[in-house]
């Protein structure tokens, strides 16, 4: 039987990436939230949820330690990813186009050295790399790129400009299984 996983962001975010090295077949809930994952779980949508806890470059994810001091559930399991991230485009997009970068914060961190390269080009937060590239790949601009995974390239038809944007080549995430915390029978 599949086991229903909840993740945030949308197809090719590196929690779906993470949830199906760990399930053999799972069937993946999107969230729009770190949250959102937690809602899913907790109200017995699904019975796992998939999220990323810690990055050896940049930190802990701050949220999702947030969000587990403020609910009743119970880590299952963890595991460890290395995690490339690209810098992905719409087709025919050049480097010289680029104004901004769509990215989530976490990746930001990840790939500082390369942002810094190019100080003129806009940061734009996003609430998950693949929601960074959905968007970009729905607005169709030349201008706008996303870092992003290579698996999210595929999935939106988008072009990989570049690959290994992060800065520490042995870039790391630990990603954690929530369930709901067991009700003690009386």
Do not use: W
């Amino acid at each position: 039987m599949n086991q229903k996983i909840a993740v945030t962001g949308a197809e090719g975010a590196y929690a779906e990436i993470a949830a199906k090295k760990i399930f053999s077949r799972p069937f993946i809930i999107y969230t729009d939230s770190f949250e959102g994952v937690f809602d899913a779980v907790l109200k017995g949508l699904c019975v796992f949820g998939v999220l990323p806890f810690e990055n050896s470059t940049a930190g802990i994810v701050k949220e999702v330690s947030n969000l587990l001091d403020k609910y009743s559930v119970s880590i299952s399991k963890r595991i460890k990813l290395n995690v490339s991230h690209c810098l992905l485009v719409n087709p025919g997009a050049k480097m010289s186009d680029i104004l901004e970068i769509h990215t989530h914060e976490q990746a930001a961190a990840q790939c500082i050295g390369f942002i810094e390269k190019y100080p003129s080009i806009k940061v734009v937060m996003c609430e998950n790399t693949a929601f960074a590239a959905k968007n970009v790949s729905e607005n169709k601009s030349l201008q706008k790129s996303a870092i992003a995974s290579a698996a999210a390239a595929d999935i939106y038809g988008l072009e990989i400009l570049q690959r290994g944007l992060e800065t520490n080549r042995n870039n790391e995430t630990e990603f954690i299984v929530i369930t709901a915390k067991q009700r003690r029978k009386q």
